[in-house]
């Protein structure tokens, strides 16, 4: 399997996580900043919380972690924590927005 494949993969494995209090996954509501595939398959998320004393943080990154290391094809999986840039609903997507009238 390919790098582009294993992303898909991890894109379509981001979008099956939610936050208990958003009814929209988490790659929808603009929190994964970033994927990298490295050689020998190695996965590596960078992504953020609606805010950053969200009470699930732990929940929501546990089942990240889970959820990569169960891809077929990912050796390794790492997600970083970050909130820089801090997020807002910009980053969203249009769907997101939508869905949770924004728009």
Not at 73 to 90: C, H, I, K, Q, S
Request: proline share 6%; with cysteine.
């Amino acid at each position: 399997m390919n790098a582009s494949e294993i992303r898909d993969k991890v894109e379509d494995a981001l979008r099956t996580v939610h936050d208990p209090e958003i009814p929209v996954n988490i790659y929808d509501l603009g929190l994964v900043y970033e994927i990298k595939v490295t050689e020998g398959s190695k996965v590596q998320v960078t992504m953020t919380l609606t805010a950053p004393a969200c009470p699930v943080a732990d929940d929501i990154m546990f089942e990240v972690q889970q959820k990569l290391e169960a891809i077929e094809g990912v050796e390794d999986a790492f997600v970083m924590l970050t909130f820089d840039p801090p997020w807002t609903r910009d980053m969203m997507s249009e769907e997101a927005k939508l869905e949770l009238g924004f728009l």
